[in-house]
């Protein structure tokens, strides 16, 4: 089993609509959360934090659930703009060691 | 704004030669990384790097790859020989102080590597 798990997709969905991806990780010690994206061929940019208490930034939100061990990342109003990949990171601690999901491909159609 | 700076963007190289990338940091940035990205999955840690030492390799395949960060500044990361299995992107990204997380690290553009 992987460290992180997401689930491929792809997801492809209408302009508009509200999609949610989950991320699951294995080792209950992992400290901090993130979410990327990455457009196709392109380099990973951060997208989010994952906080505890969760956390909004415009259309996106991000939660965390540590007793469940998954994180999650909900996107209200889709744009075509917002289709790309989106990796989910999980961070082990202070030594900065992250480990990076394998991605969710979301499609936003016209 | 600052970017992390890589070289070249796109490599073909036959099996069994050699291969190098180059990585510039952004200025100031002490922590640098070196992942490799197979198409279909996502970044795998190969080295990190705080300031010239090496923090974490245990990923690196070292009876073939080798990284380097002499000054503390650029760092260059080494195939020899590259196998066919070497080809992927090879990204370089730097975060501004020590053992912080991914997210405080800004990726550059990559170099795809094709072996051939």
């Known amino acids: 089993r992987k460290e992180v798990e997401q689930d491929p997709g792809p997801f492809n969905v209408p302009e508009g609509a509200t999609v949610a991806f989950n991320c699951t990780y294995s080792?209950?010690?992992?400290?901090?959360f993130f979410w990327y994206r990455q457009d196709c061929r392109k380099e990973p940019k951060l997208l989010m934090s994952?906080?505890?208490s969760g956390n909004e930034d415009g259309r996106f939100t991000a939660q965390l659930n540590r007793a469940s061990q998954y994180i999650s990342l909900l996107i209200r109003d889709s744009k075509l703009s917002d289709s790309a990949t989106y990796l989910c990171v999980v961070n082990k601690g202070n030594a900065g060691k992250s480990t990076f999901g394998d991605g969710t491909t979301l499609t936003v159609k016209p | 704004e600052a970017e992390v700076a890589q070289s070249p963007r796109y490599k073909i190289t036959e099996k069994s030669q050699a291969v190098a990338f180059w990585c510039d940091p952004i200025s100031g940035h002490a922590t640098l990384y070196w992942y490799r990205q197979i198409l279909g999955q996502g970044p795998e840690l190969l080295v990190q790097?705080?300031?010239?030492?090496?923090?974490?390799d245990s990923q690196l395949p070292k009876d073939r790859f080798s990284a380097e960060r002499l000054k503390g500044v650029d760092s260059t990361l080494k195939i020899q020989p590259a196998e066919l299995g070497d080809s992927a992107m090879y990204l370089c990204?730097?975060?501004?102080?020590?053992?912080?997380?991914?997210?405080?690290?800004?990726f550059g553009q990559g170099t795809r590597l094709t072996v051939v």
């Open positions: 990204a730097s975060s501004p102080q020590a053992g912080t997380s991914a997210s405080e690290a800004f």
């Open positions: 994952v906080y505890s």
């Open positions: 790097f705080q300031d010239e030492s090496v923090v974490d």
């Open positions: 080792n209950s010690a992992s400290q901090s």
